[in-house]
């Protein structure tokens, strides 16, 4: 049985992080879009890779959101608050096994049957640069639709009542006691898994197509029982170089991770003793790390401060030598939020600046 690559991961576009809905949509389809938010311009109609992109609507939503400026300025100008949470995003691996045609309609089916039907926006699209690393990105709105298509509530607040059905009153904050229901189960724990093992399933059934030897699997190692090493996730641009044969470190890592993993089992077939693993929790912020880069490009900050070759060496040099990664993922953290500093005060400085002009003006 060979296994396919398996890659599914979620994050949430928030404006707290100095992040827009209108930004993310337009860099992953390579679009020139305004936020009229804010009034930024987010172009990215020289990126390249985008083979494929379409949004579906929920049979309530607004006909005029399959336009993705108008969808995703209205999900901007929806959300009031400094730190909304404006949209989830989906970034899975597409099998490369599968031809460009059946790629589309998997995304297609895992989109409708798992958020579409369940009443979000999902604005699909799916690059591919001809490195072997084909994925798809998928924004989904974070808020329902009443019947009339106007956007819902994420939240209600309803009041707390005692045995006999009358409102607590709370003597300390002088007020009626209350509590906050969501009106959808998309937040809910639990769900993020429903979705990863929605994804494997449904690959499992588009691979069986072509051939009975290929599957994948959304658990972790641990969780299968296997005990080799995962490898990194090296993304599109390490990827391209190792196919035109430069050599980088987090390709040798992988390559040294391979070799273990066979030298353990080897090891284990001779003597039946498990080799001693290193703690795998750092490899979910590895992938992390790699949305960090993405960060910056979305972003458009200068790389002068915050140097991602210096973090690869430092994450490196603690995986050789076995060190706590921590305080390495601290630093990167830590000019993560001084970027978002910056770009929130140029984003302060901006909206002055239009101030200023337009009293003016007046």
């Known amino acids: 049985m060979i296994t396919a690559i398996y890659h599914c991961s979620i994050q949430i576009i928030s404006r707290s992080k100095?992040?827009?809905?209108?930004?993310?949509?337009?860099?992953?389809?390579?679009?020139k879009l305004i936020n009229t938010w804010d009034g930024v311009t987010h172009d990215y109609t020289n990126k390249g890779g985008v083979v494929h992109k379409e949004i579906f609507l929920p049979s309530h939503a607004p006909p005029e959101y399959a336009e993705r400026t108008v969808l995703w300025n209205a999900v901007e100008q929806i959300e009031k608050n400094k730190h909304a949470q404006l949209a989830?995003?989906?970034?899975?691996a597409l099998p490369v096994e599968l031809s460009r045609g059946a790629q589309i309609d998997l995304v297609r089916d895992y989109c409708k049957k798992n958020f579409v039907d369940a009443g979000m926006c999902a604005d699909i699209a799916i690059h591919d640069n001809g490195t072997g690393n084909p994925h798809a990105h998928i924004l989904l709105t974070m808020r329902p639709f009443k019947e009339d298509g106007s956007?819902?509530?994420?939240?209600?607040?309803?009041?707390?009542?005692?045995?006999?059905?009358?409102?607590?009153?709370?003597?300390?904050?002088?007020?009626?006691?209350?509590?906050s229901i969501a009106t959808t189960d998309w937040n809910r724990r639990g769900k993020a898994e429903v979705w990863r093992s929605s994804w494997a399933e449904l690959c499992n059934g588009y691979l069986a197509r072509i051939s009975e030897d290929i599957s994948l699997d959304h658990r972790s190692y641990a969780r299968q029982s296997i005990q080799d090493k995962p490898t990194i996730h090296l993304g599109p641009s390490v990827t391209e170089m190792e196919r035109r044969g430069i050599r980088t470190e987090k390709g040798d890592y992988n390559r040294r991770i391979i070799e273990e993993n066979k030298n353990h089992r080897k090891a284990e077939k001779l003597s039946g003793r498990k080799r001693e693993h290193y703690e795998d929790r750092h490899f979910s912020k590895l992938l992390a790390y790699d949305h960090a880069i993405e960060y910056f490009e979305e972003q458009e900050i200068p790389m002068d401060r915050w140097n991602p070759p210096k973090w690869k060496k430092a994450i490196e040099k603690a995986m050789e030598e076995r060190l706590d990664c921590e305080r390495v993922f601290e630093r990167i953290q830590q000019d993560l939020r001084?970027?978002?500093v910056i770009r929130k005060s140029l984003n302060e400085l901006n909206r002055r600046k239009r101030r200023s002009t337009d009293d003016r003006e007046r």
């Open 151 to 179: 956007w819902d509530d994420k939240q209600r607040k309803v009041y707390c009542r005692d045995e006999n059905g009358s409102r607590i009153y709370d003597p300390v904050t002088r007020q009626y006691a209350c509590e």
């Open 338 to 340: 001084a970027a978002e």
């Open 88 to 92: 989830r995003e989906i970034n899975v």
């Open 18 to 31: 100095g992040r827009s809905a209108v930004g993310a949509a337009a860099y992953r389809s390579g679009e």
